[in-house]
């Protein structure tokens, strides 16, 4: 019995510790205008980014002229895996009350805090808006670019980051 128990407790050990790491993955963080070094102008179709794959430096500011060429609404979000799959349940609440539509977005019902997606990683859009963003790839890692309106991540709306 106590051999079954420590195999139980090691193996809950490892898991949490995995999912603790995973979360304490570094992003980077909001950037400033004056230290934009590089400008990607990105397209976002229904269901896939173009690029969809992205090459930066350490400590690079990019601005990031986001537009939604796609018919349905869609998200650019800088994030790790895990951070992406934990959003993905906010994002599906969004959708549930009918604030997030396949086409639109309730932007009256955005206004309440509770119901709000202002993130500073993270630009969403209905089909034909654009929206800047400007981040600083700063102590990042095990990063991508997703859309995390519900199904899209799941069929491939990813963009790969690779630090150099």
Known sequence: MFKHFFIILISFTVS???????KSMKIGKKGKQEDVTRIIKVLMYDNYFEPSSFTVQPGET???EVENVGELVHEFNIANQTMHKDHQSEMQKLVEMEIILADSIDKMSMM???MA????????????????????????SNIEIACNVPGHYDVGMI?????N
Do not use: G, Q, R, Y
């Not at 993130?119 to 981040?135: F, R, T």
């Open 16 to 22: 949490i510790s995995t999912a603790l790491a995973d």
């Open 62 to 64: 990019i601005k990031f």
């Open 112 to 114: 309440d805090k509770s």
């Open 117 to 140: 997606h202002s993130h500073a990683n993270s630009v969403l859009l209905e089909p034909k808006k654009s929206k800047d963003l400007i981040w600083k790839f700063e102590n990042t």
């Open 159 to 163: 963009a790969k980051v690779e630090i």
